[in-house]
């Protein structure tokens, strides 16, 4: 019976806190309208966690399968941000329990999104039917088409969009649209970047997406243009009096994004220097994201 430690680590906590913070920015924006239930909140919470858990279960799982995994481990350039758990080639989980563990949490994710759907009505089934089509097919099909960085970019954008929902109805659906932006921006960048140590396993496999596409040198220009229109999305949405004053504190990130975008471009092709870039970029996702959440927790406070 395999331990509760190894199906812990199979889900890959270290990566859930995005979805963390997503939950909570597009509470955040409801809030600062005047809405918040902590009951719907935390429901919303549980379902986008076992929803993210699948994804990174399922992935592992179909990684496994393809070959892709024990590719990567022979290549050796499995990093910290990228590669997978590792517990599947490594015999730590079978991929019998693997499969298991993605599909119960997809099925659990999907009753709590059922029963938004009935509270709030239909505009939440396509952000459902988007992320559960993602999940499903994700690894067998949408990143063998070059579609991966786009869904796992509108999914996690609409994370924001849909939480908002949740809380507040369609009160002020366009901040929650524009507040998703950057969230859904960078993203996709993150996927984008982290793909960069796998190029090669990928391409061995049958996977295409853009990094295979442009080659890396094309893809890290990508990635810079990506990162620069997470900030401007921000910056317009202020600017236009869509999103809060505060939320520019978001912008801090910038010098980590900064680094990110030069090692990318200096250094596509080393595996330690972008190693150092998926350790920025990291820092400017999490972070930008929990600026935006706090910004707007302050643009509560303050009359």
């Known amino acids: 019976m395999v331990s509760f430690k190894f199906l812990l680590l199979e889900t890959r906590p270290q990566f859930l806190l995005l979805t963390v913070l997503l939950v909570s920015l597009g509470t955040a924006v409801a809030f600062n309208h005047g809405f918040f239930n902590p009951v719907l909140f935390a429901l919303n919470m549980a379902g986008a966690l076992l ?15 393809s070959g892709l995994d024990v590719e990567i481990v022979k290549s050796g350039r499995k990093t910290p941000f990228s590669g997978g758990s590792g517990l599947l080639p490594s015999e730590l989980i079978s991929p019998v329990t693997t499969f298991k563990l993605g599909v119960i949490s997809l099925l659990t994710g999907l009753a709590i999104g059922a029963y938004f759907v009935y509270l709030r009505g239909i505009v939440l089934l396509p952000i459902i039917a988007v992320a559960v089509a993602s999940t499903a097919f994700y690894t067998v099909f949408f990143a063998k088409i070059c579609l991966g960085e786009l869904l796992a970019g509108l999914n996690f954008g609409l ?80 600017y236009l009096e869509i999103l809060p004053l505060t939320v520019l504190i978001a912008l801090l990130t910038v010098p980590f994004a900064y ?20 350790k920025q970029n990291v820092l400017t996702v999490l972070g930008t994201q929990g600026l935006m ?9 303050i009359p």
């Open 51 to 65: 929803a993210h858990v699948s994804v990174n279960v399922l992935n592992d799982y179909f990684d496994f399968k």
């Open 259 to 278: 680094k990110a975008c030069r090692i990318a471009v200096r250094h596509y092709d080393s595996l330690d220097k972008i190693v150092e870039a998926l």
């Open 159 to 238: 994370m924001v969009t849909g939480t908002y929902i949740v809380q507040a109805g369609l009160f002020n659906i366009w901040e929650a649209l524009t507040a998703s932006l950057a969230p859904g921006i960078l993203t996709a960048n993150l996927l984008l970047i982290n793909q960069f140590p796998d190029t090669e396993a990928d391409r061995k496999v049958g996977r295409k997406h853009l990094v295979i596409v442009l080659g890396k040198k094309g893809a890290s220009k990508l990635y810079t243009a990506l990162t620069a229109a997470s900030y401007l999305s921000i910056v317009t949405g202020v």
């Open 293 to 301: 959440f706090v910004g707007y927790l302050i643009a509560s406070i």
